[in-house]
């Protein structure tokens, strides 16, 4: 059984920095797209970004670019996103997910793509 597990969330001021985890058991990540979501209260589930297979292809959201940066340690069977210069704004439940090739700005946009997802982790960004 496919199963993905997140971790690394938590609390932090405004300016600071995460790294979340996207691990997996059950199946090795080395032939799967890895993306990450995140949902806020009320909010609808937005695309945060995504890494190809092989790590070559990555896609961000407009609203994360130039903070956030995805990468996969296939060796590790990992995925992780490190976020920099926080904002409160960035505050939701961040949830990775998995599928097939490719990591698209099209696949990203919609969260039907993506077959396996893990339980989410917490990001809380206030001071």
């Known amino acids: 059984q496919l199963r993905l597990v997140e971790s690394g969330g938590g609390l932090v001021e405004p300016g600071g920095s995460l790294r979340l985890s996207c691990a997996a058991s059950?199946?090795?990540?080395?032939?799967?797209?890895i993306g990450w979501f995140r949902q806020a209260p009320g909010n609808e589930r937005e695309g945060v970004s995504c890494?190809?297979?092989?790590?070559?292809?990555?896609e961000y959201a407009d609203s994360v670019k130039g903070r956030f940066t995805i990468s996969r340690d296939n060796a590790k069977n990992t995925v992780y996103l490190q976020m920099n210069s926080l904002k409160p704004e960035d505050t939701a439940v961040y949830y990775c997910a998995a599928d097939g090739d490719p990591c698209v700005p099209r696949n990203l946009e919609s969260g039907a793509y993506w077959g396996d997802w893990g339980q989410g982790t917490q990001v809380t960004v206030s001071s």
């Open positions: 890494i190809s297979s092989h790590g070559g292809d990555t």
């Open positions: 059950g199946f090795t990540l080395d032939y799967y797209a």
